[in-house]
């Protein structure tokens, strides 16, 4: 779960919780968007019943199901959203406007997401359009997504093609508007 801010912890705890109770290999790893958060996403963690692990201080031991790693580096997001099976990205769930949910699909992880994406409204209708990212109303309908995700292997493999292909199809626009922009300067 990444980006994630206060009031979305405690419904992904929660879901965690139900989810690692069918679900017993199943791990998390909570990315507060803000930094200075840390110290109180550990203390939320520690009041639902779980352990928080700082990831600076992961030993590569395996986790325990009731230990939940605690992002407190920066630039590693990304990197772990590749390792991911599943990916919520916060920022989503309250009223925030979302944060980058591009991030999972560029490593071929399906994303979930709450109502709230005013800052990637047109990515979202992407995604949602081309059946690699999944939109939830509340911590109900993310554990039913999460768990039905979780549970297909088939589904995983289907929506990572998927993004592979839509992000083909999307290659080089970077380079285009470049072009265009060079042409219109050009023209003035």
Avoid at 2 to 16: F, K, N, R
Avoid at 133 to 148: C, I, P, S, T, Y
């Amino acid at each position: 779960a990444g980006s994630t801010h206060e009031g979305e912890e405690e419904i992904i705890l929660q879901v965690y919780r139900r989810l690692s109770s069918c679900n017993p290999n199943l791990r998390l790893l909570l990315a507060p968007r803000h930094l200075e958060r840390v110290e109180s996403v550990m203390a939320t963690v520690r009041s639902s019943g779980l352990i928080p692990v700082r990831r600076s201080m992961c030993t590569g031991k395996p986790l325990r199901q009731n230990e939940v790693i605690v992002l407190d580096t920066i630039g590693e997001l990304a990197k772990l959203y590749a390792l991911a099976t599943i990916a919520f990205v916060g920022g989503s769930l309250i009223q925030r406007g979302g944060h980058n949910i591009m991030e999972p699909i560029l490593h071929g992880v399906p994303v979930l997401f709450g109502p709230y994406v005013d800052n990637f409204r047109p990515h979202a209708e992407l995604l949602l359009r081309e059946k690699v990212g999944f939109q939830v109303k509340d911590g109900n309908e993310l554990a039913e997504v999460a768990q039905k995700l979780l549970t297909s292997e088939p589904l995983r493999r289907t929506i990572a093609w998927q993004a592979e292909q839509l992000l083909a199809r999307h290659r080089g626009a970077a380079e285009k508007v470049a072009n265009a922009i060079a042409e219109l300067i050009s023209h003035s």
